[in-house]
């Protein structure tokens, strides 16, 4: 993971760059005008540095602001950019939580996995809101559960975009100890400004509960239908 260039995703924006490009400019036509007039007189043609002055106004100047903006623009990391380092960041997991359970694959196929992730808005350093309206953090968790005969087994990875953070931990909770699954909206605060996100929330009896907020709400509203229906099969069995 290239952590400096994700960073870049919090301090880089339209205006920033439009500000680099406009300070390239001026900067870049001042210290040209100023080689200029010193040329025109240490040959002894004013003339001459007045045409360099002029040159550096409508051609040296604005090429190097082009390609100092255009290097700004290669080396930034858009929303889609972002998403999608997550995503391969995160990408083929499940036997990694498998391996840290301790168990096979075969010994957990009551239902299919459940897979939910979504940013960290409480532990984080880092923030944006994407041209999508979407906040953005630099902290991003993501939690697996697997459903053996007598008991839930959840893995939890939580990892920082922007430095070599990261840390994980597994549990194991019995059906007849969970008391809820279930989704709630929960607030955070950037920017002196108060945005709602949807979180999932599982309780068990012992007041021990996992928590991760959400960026697909339909798919964990399925994934917890899901659950819900396997809950009550376990609880009336048993």
Known sequence: MNYAKNKKYFTSDGCTIFGAGVGTYFLSFFLL????????????????????????LIIIAPVVTFFIVK???????????????????????????????????????????????????????????????????????????????????????????????KKDFTDVYFYQDIVSASTESSTATFKNQKIQYES???TTSGGTSLNVSTRDSGHVQRSISAMRQLLRAKKVSQ
Not at 133 to 145: A, F, Q
């Open 200 to 202: 999932f929330k599982l």
């Open 33 to 56: 005008s100023f080689l200029s007039a010193m040329i025109g007189e240490n040959i002894g043609k004013p003339e001459i540095g007045a045409l360099l002055a002029v040159l550096s």
């Open 71 to 165: 290097a700004l623009l290669a080396g930034r990391v858009t929303d889609e950019k972002y998403d999608a380092m997550i995503r391969e960041h995160i990408q083929e997991m499940e036997q990694r939580a498998l391996d840290k359970l301790g168990i096979d694959r075969d010994e957990v196929n009551e239902i299919d996995p459940i897979i939910i992730d979504g940013y960290n808005y409480d532990q984080c350093t880092l923030y944006k809101k994407g041209k999508d309206g979407v906040w953005r953090t630099n902290v991003y968790r993501v939690i697996y559960l697997f459903f053996s005969q007598n008991e839930v087994h959840s893995y939890t990875y939580e990892f920082s975009t922007t430095e070599d953070q």
